[in-house]
């Protein structure tokens, strides 16, 4: 039996694209760019918020005017370990700051990390000295982002 998918109103739908789009606007501007009166409007956002739908709010940074030029993929393959192990390896991934997404993957590899960096020679520092050190990897294989295409946290509301 497959996960029933949560169904949103077109109200709910408005103002879940519209905080995305922009999430400082005031919850008077939110009510008028979706069509209610401003009570309604902050209960269903408190609802949304209640039900973990929106989980957070944050700004947008452009990393490059914080002088991180070089964004990485990096493939890491992990020796076969315990389930500490791998708890160890994911705590060494949520301490390091320059790595700023990771994933479990299946495939060729365990896991993708998503790493930023002020310029190349920082980048080698970070995988040699610190990334290839978290326990229990084996072999990291990094890829180097040229042209950013798209880059959106927005999610479809279909």
């Known amino acids: 039996?497959?996960?029933?998918?949560?169904?949103?109103?077109?109200?709910?739908?408005?103002?879940?694209?519209?905080?995305?789009?922009?999430?400082?606007?005031?919850?008077?501007?939110?009510?008028?760019?979706?069509?209610?009166?401003?009570?309604?409007?902050?209960r269903r956002v408190k609802q949304l918020e209640d039900d973990k739908v929106i989980t957070a709010y944050c700004a947008v940074v452009d990393q490059r005017r914080l002088g991180l030029e070089v964004t990485a993929f990096v493939q890491v393959d992990l020796?076969?370990?315990?389930?500490a192990d791998t708890d160890d390896f994911m705590a060494a991934v949520r301490a390091e700051e320059y790595i700023t997404e990771c994933y479990a993957m299946s495939g060729e590899y365990d896991y993708l990390l998503k790493v930023v960096a002020r310029n190349i020679d920082h980048f080698g520092e970070i995988s040699m000295k610190r990334i290839l050190k978290f326990p229990g990897v084996k072999n990291i294989v990094s890829s180097f982002n040229l042209l950013e295409v798209k880059n959106t946290r927005q999610l479809p509301l279909a």
């Open 1 to 42: 039996m497959s996960e029933e998918k949560p169904r949103f109103s077109a109200s709910e739908k408005a103002i879940l694209g519209a905080l995305q789009r922009q999430g400082r606007m005031s919850n008077v501007e939110l009510a008028q760019q979706v069509g209610l009166s401003e009570s309604p409007c902050f």
């Open 79 to 83: 020796e076969q370990g315990s389930e």
